[in-house]
Nanobody, 116 residues
Framework: QVQLVESGGGLVQPGGSLKLSCAAS????????MSWYRQAPGKARELVAT????????KYADSVKGRFTISRDNVKNTVYLQMNSLKSEDTAVYYC?????????WGQGTQVTVSS
């Protein structure tokens, strides 16, 4: 059974940090492009960060560039999103995504709330 389980979300003050984790199982993790998306209330889901491998290329949305870092561990089958200097506009449900030409899997999401 394919599973993507996000964790690490919660409430954090502006300027604070959180590290999200996504534990993957049920598919060939190392073959997948792993990404983090987020969706705020009333808004479309947007791509936050993508990483092709633990040492591969990464890309980020302009809104998070310089603040967020995506990384992945192909042994632990886990992808991470380190979020620093958080802003209120980062508040959203964050989703883990695994994609190849053959499949496209999503986690259930983890809530990140940035508020004082």
């Amino acid at each position: 059974q394919v599973q993507l389980v996000e964790s690490g979300g919660g409430l954090v003050q502006p300027g604070g940090s959180l590290k999200l984790s996504c534990a993957a199982s049920g598919f060939t993790f190392r073959s997948a492009v792993m990404s983090w998306y987020r969706q705020a209330p009333g808004k479309a889901r947007e791509l936050v960060a993508t990483g092709t491998s633990a040492s591969g290329s990464t890309k980020y949305a302009d809104s998070v560039k310089g603040r967020f870092t995506i990384s992945r561990d192909n042994v632990k089958n886990t992808v991470y999103l380190q979020m620093n200097s958080l802003k209120s506009e980062d508040t959203a449900v964050y989703y883990c995504n695994a994609k190849t030409v053959w499949y496209d899997y999503w986690g259930q999401g983890t809530q990140v709330t940035v508020s004082s």
